[in-house]
Protein backbone atom coordinates (compact mmCIF):
# COMPACT_ATOMS: atom_id res chain seq x y z
CA UNK A 1 0.00 0.00 0.00
CA UNK A 2 1.54 2.93 -0.87
CA UNK A 3 1.99 6.30 0.79
CA UNK A 4 1.47 9.77 -0.65
CA UNK A 5 3.66 12.51 0.93
CA UNK A 6 6.45 12.69 3.29
CA UNK A 7 6.68 11.11 6.84
CA UNK A 8 9.50 11.01 9.67
CA UNK A 9 10.12 7.27 10.66
CA UNK A 10 10.18 6.98 14.66
CA UNK A 11 13.48 6.07 16.14
CA UNK A 12 14.21 2.38 16.42
CA UNK A 13 14.13 1.50 20.44
CA UNK A 14 17.15 -0.76 21.02
CA UNK A 15 16.22 -4.60 22.12
CA UNK A 16 16.31 -5.47 26.04
CA UNK A 17 19.08 -7.69 26.72
CA UNK A 18 19.20 -9.73 30.09
CA UNK A 19 21.27 -6.67 31.83
CA UNK A 20 18.46 -4.59 31.11
CA UNK A 21 15.50 -6.48 32.45
CA UNK A 22 18.62 -7.51 35.66
CA UNK A 23 19.05 -3.12 36.27
CA UNK A 24 14.92 -3.19 36.28
CA UNK A 25 14.37 -5.95 38.15
CA UNK A 26 16.97 -4.71 40.79
CA UNK A 27 15.55 -1.22 40.80
CA UNK A 28 11.99 -2.05 41.27
CA UNK A 29 12.88 -4.43 44.18
CA UNK A 30 14.68 -1.65 45.66
CA UNK A 31 12.06 0.84 45.60
CA UNK A 32 9.81 1.67 48.70
CA UNK A 33 7.15 -0.63 47.68
CA UNK A 34 5.05 -3.29 49.05
CA UNK A 35 6.01 -6.63 47.50
CA UNK A 36 2.26 -6.81 45.76
CA UNK A 37 3.01 -3.44 43.87
CA UNK A 38 6.65 -4.53 42.86
CA UNK A 39 5.24 -7.91 41.24
CA UNK A 40 2.01 -5.62 39.75
CA UNK A 41 5.00 -3.31 38.13
CA UNK A 42 7.27 -6.38 37.07
CA UNK A 43 4.08 -7.98 35.20
CA UNK A 44 4.16 -4.45 33.64
CA UNK A 45 7.58 -4.58 32.47
CA UNK A 46 7.04 -8.02 31.23
CA UNK A 47 4.27 -7.01 29.45
CA UNK A 48 5.49 -4.15 27.62
CA UNK A 49 8.46 -6.20 26.20
CA UNK A 50 6.00 -8.82 24.93
CA UNK A 51 4.24 -5.98 23.07
CA UNK A 52 7.99 -5.05 21.34
CA UNK A 53 7.83 -6.76 17.98
CA UNK A 54 11.22 -8.21 18.48
CA UNK A 55 10.81 -9.05 22.29
CA UNK A 56 13.33 -12.12 23.38
CA UNK A 57 11.66 -14.83 25.12
CA UNK A 58 14.71 -15.82 26.93
CA UNK A 59 14.58 -12.77 28.52
CA UNK A 60 11.03 -13.06 29.20
CA UNK A 61 11.42 -16.19 30.85
CA UNK A 62 13.92 -14.98 33.15
CA UNK A 63 11.95 -12.27 34.28
CA UNK A 64 9.01 -14.08 34.43
CA UNK A 65 11.09 -16.66 37.19
CA UNK A 66 11.75 -13.31 39.25
CA UNK A 67 8.19 -12.31 39.31
CA UNK A 68 6.94 -15.88 40.35
CA UNK A 69 9.81 -15.75 43.52
CA UNK A 70 8.37 -12.24 44.67
CA UNK A 71 4.89 -14.09 44.70
CA UNK A 72 6.43 -16.21 47.08
CA UNK A 73 6.53 -13.61 49.62
CA UNK A 74 3.19 -13.25 49.82
CA UNK A 75 -0.39 -14.91 49.07
CA UNK A 76 -0.86 -13.48 45.71
CA UNK A 77 -3.11 -16.48 43.59
CA UNK A 78 -4.42 -13.79 40.57
CA UNK A 79 -0.47 -12.35 40.06
CA UNK A 80 0.95 -15.85 40.82
CA UNK A 81 -1.53 -17.43 38.05
CA UNK A 82 -0.58 -14.12 35.14
CA UNK A 83 3.02 -14.99 35.61
CA UNK A 84 2.77 -18.70 35.18
CA UNK A 85 0.78 -17.88 32.17
CA UNK A 86 3.35 -15.16 30.48
CA UNK A 87 6.06 -17.80 31.64
CA UNK A 88 3.98 -20.84 29.65
CA UNK A 89 3.92 -18.19 26.87
CA UNK A 90 7.13 -17.37 26.98
CA UNK A 91 8.76 -21.04 27.43
CA UNK A 92 6.54 -21.40 23.74
CA UNK A 93 8.01 -18.71 22.13
CA UNK A 94 11.74 -20.07 22.80
CA UNK A 95 13.47 -21.24 19.16
CA UNK A 96 15.39 -23.40 20.27
CA UNK A 97 12.78 -24.87 22.74
CA UNK A 98 12.08 -28.65 21.79
CA UNK A 99 9.54 -31.16 23.44
CA UNK A 100 11.45 -30.60 26.82
CA UNK A 101 10.65 -26.61 27.04
CA UNK A 102 7.61 -27.41 25.88
CA UNK A 103 6.35 -29.76 28.77
CA UNK A 104 7.46 -27.08 31.28
CA UNK A 105 4.84 -24.64 29.38
CA UNK A 106 2.38 -26.53 30.01
CA UNK A 107 2.88 -27.53 33.17
CA UNK A 108 3.08 -23.82 34.00
CA UNK A 109 0.12 -23.41 32.20
CA UNK A 110 -1.87 -25.88 33.68
CA UNK A 111 -0.59 -24.53 37.04
CA UNK A 112 -1.92 -21.65 36.46
CA UNK A 113 -5.27 -22.65 35.63
CA UNK A 114 -6.86 -23.53 38.49
CA UNK A 115 -5.32 -20.54 40.13
CA UNK A 116 -7.59 -18.77 37.52
CA UNK A 117 -10.64 -20.42 37.66
CA UNK A 118 -11.23 -19.08 40.97
CA UNK A 119 -9.90 -15.65 40.92
CA UNK A 120 -10.05 -14.22 37.12
CA UNK A 121 -12.79 -13.66 35.27
CA UNK A 122 -13.95 -15.62 32.48
CA UNK A 123 -12.44 -13.99 29.18
CA UNK A 124 -8.88 -14.13 31.11
CA UNK A 125 -9.61 -18.29 31.74
CA UNK A 126 -10.51 -18.31 28.03
CA UNK A 127 -7.00 -16.61 27.09
CA UNK A 128 -4.97 -19.16 29.06
CA UNK A 129 -7.00 -21.94 27.70
CA UNK A 130 -5.92 -20.53 23.86
CA UNK A 131 -1.84 -20.80 25.10
CA UNK A 132 -3.12 -24.08 26.73
CA UNK A 133 -4.37 -25.58 23.53
CA UNK A 134 -1.23 -24.48 21.48
CA UNK A 135 1.05 -25.94 23.86
CA UNK A 136 -0.98 -29.17 23.44
CA UNK A 137 -0.52 -28.79 19.61
CA UNK A 138 2.83 -28.37 19.84
CA UNK A 139 3.29 -31.25 22.04
CA UNK A 140 0.94 -33.67 19.95
CA UNK A 141 4.04 -33.30 17.36
CA UNK A 142 6.12 -35.12 19.29
CA UNK A 143 3.42 -37.60 20.41
CA UNK A 144 3.31 -36.10 23.72
CA UNK A 145 -0.19 -35.01 23.73
CA UNK A 146 -3.72 -36.26 21.48
CA UNK A 147 -5.03 -33.62 19.12
CA UNK A 148 -8.52 -34.40 20.40
CA UNK A 149 -7.62 -32.51 23.81
CA UNK A 150 -6.58 -30.05 22.19
CA UNK A 151 -10.02 -29.65 20.32
CA UNK A 152 -11.59 -29.68 23.79
CA UNK A 153 -9.43 -26.87 25.06
CA UNK A 154 -10.58 -25.06 22.36
CA UNK A 155 -14.27 -25.96 22.27
CA UNK A 156 -14.09 -24.25 26.14
CA UNK A 157 -12.30 -21.30 25.23
CA UNK A 158 -15.18 -20.58 22.66
CA UNK A 159 -17.76 -20.97 24.98
CA UNK A 160 -16.84 -17.81 26.60
CA UNK A 161 -15.40 -16.04 23.50
CA UNK A 162 -18.78 -15.67 21.62
CA UNK A 163 -18.42 -13.98 18.41
CA UNK A 164 -20.82 -11.57 19.61
CA UNK A 165 -18.68 -10.65 22.65
CA UNK A 166 -15.83 -11.73 21.54
CA UNK A 167 -15.11 -11.51 18.06
CA UNK A 168 -11.52 -11.27 17.30
CA UNK A 169 -10.58 -14.23 20.11
CA UNK A 170 -13.94 -16.04 18.68
CA UNK A 171 -12.11 -15.30 15.00
CA UNK A 172 -8.57 -16.87 16.47
CA UNK A 173 -10.09 -19.59 18.89
CA UNK A 174 -12.16 -21.13 15.72
CA UNK A 175 -8.68 -20.75 13.27
CA UNK A 176 -6.92 -22.58 15.90
CA UNK A 177 -9.37 -25.28 16.08
CA UNK A 178 -9.69 -25.43 12.51
CA UNK A 179 -5.75 -26.24 12.67
CA UNK A 180 -6.34 -28.70 14.95
CA UNK A 181 -8.74 -30.85 12.89
CA UNK A 182 -6.65 -30.70 9.76
CA UNK A 183 -3.41 -31.91 12.03
CA UNK A 184 -5.48 -34.94 12.89
CA UNK A 185 -3.53 -38.10 11.53
CA UNK A 186 -4.69 -38.78 9.28
CA UNK A 187 -7.10 -36.24 8.24
CA UNK A 188 -10.55 -37.71 7.41
CA UNK A 189 -13.24 -36.32 5.31
CA UNK A 190 -15.02 -35.49 8.42
CA UNK A 191 -12.40 -33.92 10.23
CA UNK A 192 -11.49 -31.81 7.29
CA UNK A 193 -15.16 -31.02 6.82
CA UNK A 194 -15.15 -29.37 10.51
CA UNK A 195 -11.98 -27.72 9.65
CA UNK A 196 -13.54 -25.25 6.93
CA UNK A 197 -16.85 -24.84 9.35
CA UNK A 198 -14.78 -23.79 12.16
CA UNK A 199 -12.60 -20.97 9.10
CA UNK A 200 -16.51 -19.89 8.20
CA UNK A 201 -18.02 -19.47 12.02
CA UNK A 202 -14.28 -17.47 12.09
CA UNK A 203 -15.24 -15.30 9.28
CA UNK A 204 -18.90 -14.32 10.25
CA UNK A 205 -17.29 -12.97 13.35
CA UNK A 206 -14.73 -10.73 11.89
CA UNK A 207 -14.41 -8.60 8.84
CA UNK A 208 -12.04 -6.83 6.40
CA UNK A 209 -12.06 -3.18 7.82
CA UNK A 210 -11.75 -3.50 11.52
CA UNK A 211 -9.83 -7.04 11.77
CA UNK A 212 -7.63 -7.23 8.82
CA UNK A 213 -5.13 -9.31 9.50
CA UNK A 214 -7.14 -11.87 11.07
CA UNK A 215 -9.89 -11.49 7.95
CA UNK A 216 -6.55 -12.25 6.11
CA UNK A 217 -5.00 -15.16 7.73
CA UNK A 218 -8.78 -16.50 7.71
CA UNK A 219 -9.69 -16.34 4.34
CA UNK A 220 -6.39 -17.70 3.41
CA UNK A 221 -6.30 -20.81 5.36
CA UNK A 222 -10.13 -21.72 3.76
CA UNK A 223 -9.23 -21.28 0.43
CA UNK A 224 -6.32 -24.03 1.37
CA UNK A 225 -9.08 -25.92 3.58
CA UNK A 226 -11.43 -26.12 0.42
CA UNK A 227 -8.56 -27.12 -1.88
CA UNK A 228 -7.17 -30.21 0.02
CA UNK A 229 -10.41 -31.43 0.82
CA UNK A 230 -10.64 -35.39 -0.27
CA UNK A 231 -11.35 -35.78 -3.29
CA UNK A 232 -11.14 -34.22 -6.43
CA UNK A 233 -11.16 -30.57 -6.40
CA UNK A 234 -14.23 -29.93 -7.68
CA UNK A 235 -15.14 -26.55 -9.63
CA UNK A 236 -17.71 -25.13 -7.50
CA UNK A 237 -14.40 -25.70 -4.41
CA UNK A 238 -11.91 -24.01 -6.52
CA UNK A 239 -14.30 -21.12 -7.30
CA UNK A 240 -14.51 -20.57 -3.40
CA UNK A 241 -10.83 -21.33 -2.48
CA UNK A 242 -9.90 -18.44 -5.61
CA UNK A 243 -12.77 -16.26 -4.09
CA UNK A 244 -11.07 -16.91 -0.70
CA UNK A 245 -7.52 -15.92 -1.52
CA UNK A 246 -8.76 -13.34 -3.64
CA UNK A 247 -10.23 -11.59 -0.28
CA UNK A 248 -6.89 -12.34 1.41
CA UNK A 249 -4.98 -10.67 -1.16
CA UNK A 250 -6.76 -7.29 -0.59
CA UNK A 251 -5.12 -7.21 2.64
CA UNK A 252 -1.58 -9.19 1.58
CA UNK A 253 0.60 -7.31 -0.17
CA UNK A 254 4.39 -7.26 -1.44
CA UNK A 255 5.53 -4.46 0.39
CA UNK A 256 3.34 -4.67 3.55
CA UNK A 257 3.65 -8.48 4.21
CA UNK A 258 5.59 -9.99 1.19
CA UNK A 259 5.75 -13.58 2.96
CA UNK A 260 2.39 -14.18 3.25
CA UNK A 261 1.46 -12.56 0.18
CA UNK A 262 3.66 -14.68 -1.45
CA UNK A 263 2.41 -17.64 0.28
CA UNK A 264 -1.57 -17.35 -0.78
CA UNK A 265 -0.01 -16.18 -4.28
CA UNK A 266 1.30 -19.43 -4.78
CA UNK A 267 -1.87 -21.55 -2.94
CA UNK A 268 -3.94 -19.71 -5.52
CA UNK A 269 -1.92 -20.97 -8.23
CA UNK A 270 -2.17 -24.50 -7.10
CA UNK A 271 -5.82 -24.20 -7.40
CA UNK A 272 -5.54 -23.00 -11.04
CA UNK A 273 -3.56 -25.77 -12.15
CA UNK A 274 -6.23 -28.11 -11.60
CA UNK A 275 -9.15 -25.63 -12.78
CA UNK A 276 -10.52 -26.50 -16.51
CA UNK A 277 -10.52 -23.21 -18.42
CA UNK A 278 -14.08 -24.25 -19.39
CA UNK A 279 -15.84 -26.06 -16.70
CA UNK A 280 -18.80 -27.29 -19.15
CA UNK A 281 -15.61 -28.53 -21.39
CA UNK A 282 -12.98 -29.73 -19.07
CA UNK A 283 -11.75 -32.24 -21.76
CA UNK A 284 -10.58 -29.40 -23.72
CA UNK A 285 -7.73 -28.75 -20.69
CA UNK A 286 -6.66 -25.61 -19.04
CA UNK A 287 -4.43 -23.56 -20.96
CA UNK A 288 -5.43 -20.45 -19.63
CA UNK A 289 -5.58 -21.18 -16.45
CA UNK A 290 -1.57 -22.52 -16.70
CA UNK A 291 -0.58 -19.10 -17.89
CA UNK A 292 -2.00 -17.78 -15.32
CA UNK A 293 -0.73 -20.47 -12.31
CA UNK A 294 2.47 -19.38 -13.98
CA UNK A 295 2.11 -15.36 -13.52
CA UNK A 296 1.71 -15.85 -9.94
CA UNK A 297 4.16 -18.67 -8.84
CA UNK A 298 6.86 -15.63 -10.94
CA UNK A 299 5.72 -13.53 -8.57
CA UNK A 300 5.84 -15.25 -5.57
CA UNK A 301 9.00 -16.80 -6.41
CA UNK A 302 10.37 -13.25 -6.85
CA UNK A 303 9.13 -12.41 -3.21
CA UNK A 304 10.45 -15.28 -1.45
CA UNK A 305 14.25 -14.93 -3.19
CA UNK A 306 13.77 -11.52 -2.25
CA UNK A 307 12.85 -12.31 1.92
CA UNK A 308 15.87 -15.13 1.51
CA UNK A 309 13.24 -17.71 1.39
CA UNK A 310 15.42 -20.14 -0.62
CA UNK A 311 13.70 -23.71 -0.33
CA UNK A 312 9.65 -22.12 -0.83
CA UNK A 313 11.32 -20.26 -4.53
CA UNK A 314 13.15 -23.61 -5.44
CA UNK A 315 10.42 -25.71 -4.68
CA UNK A 316 8.37 -23.38 -6.89
CA UNK A 317 10.82 -23.57 -9.81
CA UNK A 318 10.45 -27.01 -9.94
CA UNK A 319 6.27 -26.52 -10.20
CA UNK A 320 7.60 -23.99 -13.26
CA UNK A 321 9.75 -26.33 -15.01
CA UNK A 322 6.64 -28.89 -15.02
CA UNK A 323 4.41 -25.90 -16.12
CA UNK A 324 6.31 -25.24 -19.32
CA UNK A 325 6.31 -28.77 -19.99
CA UNK A 326 3.00 -28.86 -20.29
CA UNK A 327 2.49 -25.73 -21.91
CA UNK A 328 4.70 -26.89 -24.93
CA UNK A 329 2.72 -30.22 -25.32
Known sequence: ??????FKESP??????????????????AAAATPVEKVDRLLE???QLRSQPQSQPEVLVHLYCQILELCQE???????????????????????????????????????????????????I?????????LFQALAAFGLAQLPETVQIYQRALRVFTPAAYPKEHA????????AYLSMPPAASQEQQLAVHAFEQALAAVNLMDHPSEYAMLQNNLG?????????????????ALLAYDEALKVRTAHDTPLEYAHTLANKANV???????EQHPEAGNRQNLHRAKALYEEAEAVFRQQGQTRQAEGIITTLADIAAELQL
Open 126 to 134: AAAEMGLGL
Open 45 to 47: VAQ
Open 224 to 240: NALQYLPGPLSPELSRR
Open 74 to 124: GVYPLLQARALVGLAESLRAVPSGGAETLLEARLASQEALPLLQEYAAPGE
Open 12 to 29: VKPRPSNSTVEAEIAAIA
Open 272 to 278: LLQLPDD
Open 1 to 6: MSVVGF
Open 172 to 179: VAQNNLAI
